[in-house]
T-cell receptor, first 116, second 112 residues
Framework: KAGVTQTPRYLIKTRGQQVTLSCSPISGHRSVSWYQQTPGQGLQFLFEYFSETQRNKGNFPGRFSGRQFSNSRSEMNVSTLELGDSALYLC???????????????FGQGTRLTVV | QQQVKQSPQSLIVQKGGISIINCAYENTAFDYFPWYQQFPGKGPALLIAIRPDVSEKKEGRFTISFNKSAKQFSLHIMDSQPGDSATYFCAARENTGNQFYFGTGTSLTVIP
């Protein structure tokens, strides 16, 4: 069974540009969450999508957005990039909603974004 | 505000020793507590997880101890090996969604 696939693995962008990251969850998983990981702030929740609907959102500015497609694949977009957006962006895949036995979250390898 | 507090920040253990990492929380709505292991350049990998109705869960050399009244849980790695050298994160999830709150991580080094 394939794991969570994130593309691209590495990105270098210039301040002011925008970027789109992609995540393909484990087959059959319908929930996709995005996290930002930095040395200073650790792992911080960005948002979660379930059945193409954003179900939960973390405390990030509106420059960070996402969407989910009917095949559960998800994309995350960051507009007007800032130097502080440099981070490892991780996608987590879960089977379903927060019900008993469906709570395991599996992470992809992440996309390393560097803003220069 | 850090919802899950993790300690220590770093840990050095001799091969064969026991590694212990502790986490504490306040939010009583948390109902699922996983531990993740992360190697450099990789995403976090689910190691072991526990629910608050269980006080201990063991999987191989890894054990979670859970104290619901104290709102604390810990990871014990028995017979620690150099290959266990990684960063470990505790996490907690509310019973209302799939958002995880992570601890700040513990860098474990196991000396041969």
């Amino acid at each position: 069974k394939a794991g969570v696939t994130q593309t691209p693995r590495y990105l270098i962008k210039t301040r002011g540009q925008q970027v789109t990251l992609s995540c393909s969850p484990i087959s059959g998983h319908r929930s996709v969450s995005w996290y930002q990981q930095t040395p200073g702030q650790g792992l911080q929740f960005l948002f979660e999508y379930f059945s193409e609907t954003q179900r939960n959102k973390g405390n990030f500015p509106g420059r960070f957005s996402g969407r989910q497609f009917s095949n559960s694949r998800s994309e995350m977009n960051v507009s007007t990039l800032e130097l502080g957006d440099s981070a490892l962006y991780l996608c987590a895949s879960s089977l379903a909603a927060a019900t008993w036995g469906n709570t395991e979250a599996f992470f992809g390898q992440g996309t390393r974004l560097t803003v220069v | 505000q850090q919802q899950v507090k993790q300690s220590p920040q770093s840990l050095i253990v001799q091969k064969g020793g026991i590694s212990i990492i502790n986490c504490a929380y306040e939010n009583t709505a948390f109902d699922y507590f996983p531990w993740y292991q992360q190697f450099p350049g990789k995403g976090p990998a689910l190691l072991i997880a526990i629910r608050p109705d269980v006080s201990e869960k063991k999987e191989g050399r890894f054990t979670i101890s859970f104290n619901k009244s104290a709102k604390q849980f810990s990871l014990h790695i028995m017979d620690s090996q150099p290959g266990d050298s990684a960063t470990y994160f505790c996490a907690a999830r509310e019973n209302t969604g799939n958002q995880f709150y992570f601890g700040t991580g513990t860098s474990l080094t196991v000396i041969p």
